[in-house]
């Protein structure tokens, strides 16, 4: 599932982009979010993680307001991400 990256009203009165704190993805060492580019095809998008707001996260770069992220499945997408940098997509015999 890909949600839509929002602009949340803070007591500030400033208004910050936020996304779903379970779309947000530590890679490494930077925190990263999947951007849906079609079908079996996502950008990986460094991000700088701000304040923790409830269930959402301020994003203070790297995205902007209405940006669509995955959200169901970010954590499989950056598991077969370092599956791949570390080479590990060889086949597997039983």
Same mark, same amino acid.
């Given at each position: 599932?890909?949600? *839509?990256?929002t602009?949340?009203a803070?007591?500030?009165?400033a208004? &910050?982009v @936020?996304?779903? @704190? +379970?779309?947000?993805q530590r890679?490494?060492g930077?925190?990263?979010?999947?951007i849906?580019m079609g +079908?079996?095809a996502f950008?990986i998008?460094?991000?700088s993680?701000?304040?923790d707001?409830?269930a959402?996260v301020?994003?203070?770069s790297?995205?902007?307001?209405?940006e &669509?992220? &995955?959200l169901?499945?970010?954590?499989l997408?950056?598991?077969? *991400?370092?599956?791949?940098? @570390?080479?590990g997509?060889?086949s597997h015999?039983?």
């Amino acid at each position: 599932m890909a949600v *839509t990256a929002t602009v949340d009203a803070v007591t500030s009165g400033a208004e &910050v982009v @936020s996304a779903p @704190s +379970a779309a947000l993805q530590r890679l490494d060492g930077g925190w990263v979010v999947f951007i849906p580019m079609g +079908a079996d095809a996502f950008e990986i998008r460094p991000v700088s993680r701000g304040r923790d707001l409830g269930a959402n996260v301020e994003v203070i770069s790297g995205l902007t307001p209405g940006e &669509v992220v &995955v959200l169901d499945g970010a954590f499989l997408l950056k598991a077969e *991400t370092e599956k791949r940098q @570390s080479g590990g997509e060889a086949s597997h015999e039983h």
